[in-house]
């Protein structure tokens, strides 16, 4: 039964990148004189793929017919899957007057980021793990697929009102991998016999192929703003508008592999097509015989950056529970923008604990969870977006957040 190599390359790049922020950013007006916050998390999920399926393909364990049965029932006809895994640490100094401004200080911020996404059909997830029998005769639909992954470093510096802890910062990026594809039209039709397919197709697929550790540099911004608004007369509450790492990349060395338009190919069968000898033998050019073009060029892109619109939590409030609620969005085709809302207890002066509850991004319906602790200079907040996948195999994802404040 042959797979799909390129499928597996695209599950093992997911997880690999934007961050859901489920521990609230808590508006806090206390003074100090440093800051150094460091987070990090690592975020999977997806609409048709549950948990006890993702963990055995990408840790090891058998796969057995019925978990991939379980997966394949959950599957529509356009399917989203993405992963995020990143660190990021930042020390924020409220002592230093910058322009000599005594409401101004100055930040710097560094870390690591992974970010894949993709759309898929049902019939290529079916076509990499049953194999060519199962669409004898049948026609297998890729239209609509796409997919992008992300890897790369950043430095960034910039400026911090000491009070209401809004912040600006210009970013510098190592851009460590890129990667592309999508199919407008797209699909593959066998005969009964296996001994015939006829392949017809029109979209791209392009990476970085620069050998050097540096593969692109970008620029781009992090914006963080918290805004006042009355709710009662008695009562304020906080917006925050958080923007991170929406900027430009410089891609030089690109590898760009297309069709000019739609392209029928009769008389190739899948042993042709996926067999080590045929494909890579010096006989036969794939690249030629489906008609596909091959360049090479340097790219200006979009950032896969992130944005969040959201009431947030007041930690000099004397209420015991309040509500946090908000929009998140990704500037990608392959995710839709997120919904979110929960609530944040706090019982005790060094402990908070929280629930909340998401819609999109790139999975369905979450549940999270989150706690926070203050010891003495250190707040420390541990959670998960993925409260069903932590505790069962039928959840549609893993992910764990981590965050250390350390106040001076």
């Given at each position: 039964m042959k797979k799909s190599l390129l499928f597996y390359?695209?599950?093992?790049?997911?997880?690999?990148?934007?961050?859901?922020?489920l521990i609230p950013i808590q508006y806090d007006t206390l003074v100090h004189k440093y800051e150094v916050i460091t987070t990090g998390l690592a975020d999977f999920g997806a609409t048709g793929i549950e948990r006890q399926f993702s963990s055995k393909l990408l840790f090891g364990g058998e796969i057995t017919n019925e978990i991939k049965d379980a997966s394949f029932d959950k599957h529509k006809g356009l399917n989203r899957i993405g992963a995020d895994v990143q660190a990021e640490v930042e020390f924020r100094?409220?002592?230093t007057n910058l322009f000599k401004q005594e409401n101004i200080g100055w930040?710097?911020?560094?870390?690591?980021?992974n970010f894949g996404s993709a759309l898929y059909t049902s019939d290529l997830f079916g076509l990499a793990f049953y194999g060519n029998q199962r669409y004898l005769?049948?026609?297998?639909?890729?239209?609509?697929?796409?997919?992008?992954?992300?890897?790369?470093?950043?430095?960034?510096?910039g400026i911090i009102d000491k009070k209401t802890k809004s912040n600006l910062s210009l970013?510098?990026?190592?851009?460590?991998?890129?990667?592309?594809?999508?199919?407008?039209?797209g699909s593959i039709f066998q005969n009964s016999d296996a001994d015939s397919i006829s392949i017809?197709?029109?979209?791209?697929?392009?990476?970085?192929?620069?050998?050097?550790?540096?593969?692109?540099w970008g620029i781009g911004i992090d914006f963080d703003v918290r805004l006042?608004?009355?709710?009662?007369?008695?009562e304020t509450s906080y917006i925050q508008i958080l923007v991170k790492n929406v900027g430009v990349a410089f891609l030089p060395d690109v590898k760009r592999y297309e069709a000019d338009s739609s392209f029928t190919y009769e008389g190739l069968s899948f042993s042709q097509l996926l067999g080590d000898a045929a494909i890579f033998g010096d006989s036969f050019s794939l690249l030629d015989t489906l008609n596909v073009k091959e360049v090479s060029y340097n790219k200006i892109a979009l950032l896969p950056g992130f944005l969040q619109i959201g009431?947030?939590?007041?930690?000099?409030?004397?209420?015991?529970?309040?509500?946090f609620f908000g929009v998140r969005m990704y500037p990608s085709l392959t995710l839709i923008p997120m919904i979110y809302a929960g609530a944040n207890y706090k019982p005790i002066e060094w402990f908070q604990v929280g629930a909340n509850v998401s819609y999109g991004g790139y999975s369905k319906l979450r549940f999270g969870l989150y706690t926070s602790f203050n010891y003495k200079q250190f707040d420390i907040g541990l959670a998960t977006e993925e409260v069903v996948g932590a505790v069962s195999g039928k959840g549609m994802g893993e992910s764990v957040v981590f965050r250390l404040r350390w106040k001076i």
């Open positions: 390359s695209f599950i093992f790049s997911f997880y690999t990148s934007f961050s859901q922020y100094n409220y002592k930040l710097i911020k560094g870390g690591y980021y005769g049948e026609s297998i639909d890729l239209t609509g697929a796409r997919f992008g992954a992300w890897s790369y470093q950043k430095i960034g510096f970013n510098f990026y190592n851009i460590l991998g890129y990667g592309g594809a999508n199919i407008q039209q017809r197709y029109d979209g791209f697929a392009e990476y970085s192929s620069s050998s050097k550790f540096m593969k692109g006042p608004v009355q709710i009662k007369p008695e009431k947030i939590v007041d930690n000099q409030s004397s209420k015991k529970i309040q509500s």
